[in-house]
Structure formats: C-alpha cells, structure tokens
C-alpha cells in the first residue's frame, strides 16, 4: 500500500496557478507533511510543510483539509524555471525509514 | 556556499570495486541522512545519524553498504564489491534536531555512481 499518492505528470502555462495533491490515507496523528521540489541532477530542495488548514510562504501555499488524507500544494503564477518534480513526504512509523519520498509528480510549464 | 556538499559529483567504476562516497553537511546540523535514488524514482532512505550515532538503517540496506560519521561532522558512505544494480545517484542530507516527523532536510547535489 502506497504511503503517499500524487499524479505521475502534469502541464501547465506560464502564469499559471498550479494546484498538485497529494493523497496520504494512512497519515498518523503526529505526521507532518512536507513539499519538496527537485530538478535534474540535483538535490531535492524544501518547499513548505503543514500540518492542518492553510500555510503560506512566499513560495507556496499549502492545503491540508480536516481529515489530513490528502494535501494540495499551491504553485501561483508559474514560470518556465518551476518545471521540476515535486515529491509529497510524509513521515510514517515515527523513524526515518518511514520517510518515503514516492515517485513524486513531474510538473511542465510551457510558455 | 554554506550548503551541504558532496564529494566526488561522479564515479564510474567497474563491478566488484569498493566505492566511498563524502558528504559535508551544513556546519550546525547534527543530523545527516543518506539517500539513494535511481531514475524516476524519489529519494530512497539508506541511513541516517544523530551527531555520530547511527541510528537508523533502511531495512533493504545490503551488508555491503556501510556508512561512518566518526566526529559527527562529515560523513562517509562505503560499497563494498560493487554490483550494476547499485548504479544510481546517492544524495546526503542534513537537517537540524527536531522531531523527525517534521524534520527539514537540506540536500547536498548528490554523487552520481555508475558501475560497469
């Protein structure tokens, strides 16, 4: 059974609101959820984390309803430069082996 | 650059070989994880420290990895004879101490390891 759930692949445009959820039915009552963002040949970079409601940095925002069994990171107004996989991590077993980062969701902008 | 860092960016090397692999983390973060990911696939969890202490290893860690934090600053990660299937690329990371459920991590550019 998957830990986390996200789309293989999506496209968007330029100046887009890019909106990619996550789902996460197991999510246990202390679990965080954590955004990352990578491009090729580098490390995964951090984006935003939550662990109810709404969070907002100048980044992102991040939406994690009330039964916490999905999250919906809010990508506003996207440019070329955000095309990157972005992968939804969510702690599992309260150990680092349950930090399962899946296979995360390629996001394309064209212009 | 204050970031994490690791050393070399590639290796190629040939089956059966030992390969070690260096990651430098961020200077006030004591606690150092070790990634590996192949293409198309997200980071997987090999091992990770709290200053020196090991404290976690992945349950599909072969024998032939091991890893080493022996001041609790650097780290480094050793394979031992070397097989195709560890070709892939081995990432670090560092983050401060905090309830690992919530931890940040910082990610070093990672080595690139391919086996002939």
């Known amino acids: 059974l998957a830990k986390t759930t996200q789309p293989i692949s999506m496209d968007s445009y330029e100046g887009q609101e890019v909106n990619i959820t996550c789902s996460h039915n197991n999510i246990a009552t202390n679990d965080y959820i954590t955004w990352y963002q990578q491009f090729p040949s580098q490390g995964p970079r951090f984006i935003i984390q939550g662990y109810k409601t709404k969070v907002t940095n100048e980044v992102a925002s991040l939406f994690i309803p009330a039964d916490r069994k999905s999250s919906t990171l809010s990508l506003p107004r996207v440019s070329l430069s955000d095309t990157a996989v972005y992968y939804c991590l969510v702690g599992e077993g309260g150990g680092a082996d349950g930090l399962t980062f899946g296979k995360g969701t390629h996001l394309i902008i064209q212009p | ?116």
């Open chain 2, 1 to 116: 650059d204050t970031g994490v860092s690791q050393d070399p960016r590639h290796k190629i090397t040939k089956r059966g070989q030992n390969v070690t692999f260096r990651c430098d983390p961020i200077s006030e973060h004591n606690r150092l994880y070790w990634y590996r990911q192949t293409l198309g696939q997200g980071p997987e969890f090999l091992t990770y420290f709290q200053n020196e202490a090991q404290l976690e290893k992945s349950r599909l860690l072969s024998d032939r990895f091991s890893a080493e934090r022996p001041k609790g600053s650097f780290s480094t990660l050793e394979i031992q004879r070397t097989e195709q299937g560890d070709s892939a690329m081995y990432l670090c990371a560092s983050s401060l101490d905090r309830d690992i459920r919530r931890d940040t991590q910082y990610f070093g550019p990672g080595t690139r390891l391919t086996v002939l």
